[in-house]
């Protein structure tokens, strides 16, 4: 089981450019979860999907921020327009999704993104 | 408010002491984790302890559920415990709101 794989590692993109990140959850884990993570913030919560479906997004910027999980094998973080304040690492987890609270989060190792 | 307050911000030991870590936490939960992220990075589940007192090699962790507090004891610091020491809370049984982390630095 390799984990919960992110792609890229790195990412920098210029001001106004698009940044899309890539994560691919562990098989057979039917939630999965976005999380950004700065210096000044800390881990901050954006979405989470339980069986591709989206169930909370509330911690995603209304503009310029989507979240997508097409299939059970990987999720993608859109942000479009990148500003100078996205520059963070964005971290994908997963779980086993069986929704009892008692479940165990698995990292990925995380996107940093700089947006110049 | 912030809904995870963690203390020490810092802590700084030599090798073979122990470190208290505490974390204090607004909301009930359903769920308690501490997490450890590494220097590089890194980020991984160390132990859920909801309530009462849980071991796992030299990790002692205690929650007080109706205190709303947890502590992380670690036995006999090592260098390669140094990183970021996180706990974590799950309100909606799934939504996990993190501290911002005791970083811990151990010296040789």
Known sequence: NAGVIQTPRHKVTGKGQEATLWCEPISGHSAVFWYRQT????LEFLTYFRNQAPIDDSGMPKERFSAQMPNQSHSTLK????????????????????????ETLYFGSGTRLTVL | GQQVQQSPASLVLQEGENAELQCNFSSTATQLQWFYQSPGGSLVSLLSNPSGTKHTGRLTSTTVTKERRSSLHISSSQTTDSGTYLCAIDPNAYKVIFGKGTHLHVLP
């Not at chain 1, 210096?39 to 800390?42: A, H, L, S």
């Not at chain 1, 987890?93 to 008692?102: F, V």
């Open chain 1, 39 to 42: 210096i000044v913030q800390g």
């Open chain 1, 79 to 102: 942000i479009q327009s990148t500003q100078p304040q996205d520059s963070a690492v964005y971290l994908c987890a997963s779980s086993l999704g069986q929704g009892n609270g008692a």
